[in-house]
């Protein structure tokens, strides 16, 4: 493996070209190069999904992906979210379903790829999508408060 790498990524719409480490993570091109931080350091080893991002459309948890691994990738993080993902940030808003914040930008990631896939995804697919990303503020009732709303409005994250 070479030391460096030249990274061309789409990021939120903008291109990148870059000279990183080979061995950057994903999570620390979009934090420290680019300035992203609202994708966080929890865990750092793949269990917490604080870093969740989506690459291609897809979630992805950028603490155990290399920068190196989705070169020529799209990737959206949590400041690229917009109008399709309005609805899921209002409803978190209405329910407080955010307290300290820091797992909210990897969930509203997360639940915005299952109601991307299924608009009206139903309470078991919510709580699948939910146990990949963890909270310790809120019980994840206001969270699933939150999710059930979107589900009932059919969606319409994207
Ligand atoms: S920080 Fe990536 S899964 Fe926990
Ligand atoms: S709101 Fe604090 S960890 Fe989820």
Do not use: W
């Not at 979630?59 to 979210?81: F, N, S, Y």
Request: proline content about 4%.
């Amino acid at each position: 493996m070479p030391d460096e790498i030249v990274l061309t990524l789409t990021v939120n719409g903008d291109k990148h070209r870059r000279l990183i480490p080979a061995s950057r993570t994903l999570l620390d091109f979009l934090r420290e190069d680019l300035g992203l931080t609202g994708s966080k350091h929890g865990c750092d080893v793949g269990d917490c999904g604080a870093c969740t991002v989506r690459v291609g459309g897809v979630p992805r948890l950028a603490c155990i992906t290399l920068a190196a691994e989705v070169d020529g990738e799209e990737v959206q993080t949590i400041e690229g979210i917009g109008a399709a993902e309005a609805p899921l940030v209002a409803a978190f808003d209405k329910h407080v379903a955010s307290q300290c914040g820091y797992c909210t930008p990897g969930i509203i990631l997360s639940l915005s790829h299952l109601f991307e896939q299924d608009p009206a995804a139903d309470d078991a697919a919510i709580r699948e999508t939910l146990g990949s990303n963890i909270c310790r503020c809120t019980g994840y009732t206001k969270i699933l408060a939150a999710a059930r709303e979107v589900a009932a409005r059919g969606g319409q994250t994207r």
